[in-house]
């Protein structure tokens, strides 16, 4: 068994896609992992998300799972870390000013937690709610260095126009959802992760089964050889995959379980 499925990939984000609107993962889900990956399939977690934050979410299997975090800027096998990239100091600084010059809230994804200087109660229950650990300071100035990812972000939503903006201060933005507009540096994508997994471990794109629900997952949707997006998704992503059914059905679990026969 192992023979026939050492060549597989599946790579899958979190939110939206794994996990449903209550914001817990379905137990299931930890024994299909365990199934797969005891039949020699690599199972990668993609997101947004800071890396301590998903091998924390997955803790059951953790050590078995490889994880795309920070929307590609940081790749992991377990605990250990293959690769990583950071946005420049002057890069995450045009964005903190462009933050405060649109009334945006400023997130800065360093290793160890979340910086914000946003005291607004609404702001810290919306991270709260979505398992993101923080820390308030009094100017995010001061915390330019060693940053993998940043969001920009305003819970009555992000205006037209933009993302596009934010990506011409030279760095790569993509909407994570209507409320934020996740940055990476250039040439960081969740798309360039797979492709590097591929590589590093010697595998085909079309033997990779990506998942997705946002624009921050296209880049690999429109990779991987076998892509799917979750019925919740907006149109512009279930144009380039098979649609299965929602986060808040189970949708992944029940497309792997009839993929791989479990």
């Known amino acids: 068994m192992i023979y026939l499925n050492n060549h597989k990939l599946i790579v899958s984000d979190i939110d939206g896609t794994l996990m449903p609107?209550?914001?817990?993962?379905?137990?299931?889900?930890?024994?299909v992992i365990r199934q797969l990956t005891g039949m020699g399939v690599r199972f990668a977690i993609a997101?947004?998300?800071q890396l301590r934050n998903m091998q924390q979410l997955f803790e059951p299997c953790a050590?078995?799972?490889l994880f795309i975090a920070h929307n590609g800027a940081?790749?992991?096998e377990g605990k250990t870390i293959l690769t990583d990239s950071r946005i420049s100091p002057a890069e995450v600084q045009r964005c903190i000013d462009y933050g405060r010059a649109h009334g945006l809230s400023t997130m800065l994804y360093t290793p160890?937690?979340?910086m914000i200087d946003d005291r607004s109660e609404v702001l810290h229950d919306f991270l709260s709610s979505h398992w993101v650990p923080f820390e308030v300071c009094d100017t995010l100035d001061d915390y330019t260095d060693n940053i993998a990812k940043l969001s920009l972000v305003n819970l009555n939503g992000i205006a037209d126009g933009m993302r596009e903006e934010v990506e011409s201060l030279n760095v790569a933005a993509f909407l994570a959802n209507k409320f934020m507009i996740?940055?990476?540096a250039v040439g960081t994508n969740k798309g360039v992760a797979l492709q590097w997994l591929c590589n590093h471990y010697g595998l085909d794109l079309?033997?990779?089964y990506a998942f997705g629900d946002s624009e921050n997952d296209l880049?690999?949707?429109?990779?991987?050889?076998?892509?799917?997006a979750v019925s919740n998704a907006p149109e512009k992503v279930k144009a380039v995959a098979q649609v299965v059914p929602s986060n808040n059905e189970g949708g992944v679990i029940t497309t792997l379980k009839e993929i791989f026969n479990i």
């Open 21 to 31: 609107d209550t914001r817990q993962l379905p137990e299931e889900l930890f024994g």
């Open 47 to 49: 997101s947004g998300r």
């Open 63 to 65: 050590e078995n799972l």
């Open 74 to 76: 940081t790749i992991a």
């Open 112 to 114: 160890e937690t979340v």
């Open 182 to 184: 996740d940055v990476t």
């Open 206 to 208: 079309d033997d990779t």
């Open 219 to 228: 880049d690999m949707l429109t990779l991987a050889g076998h892509p799917y």
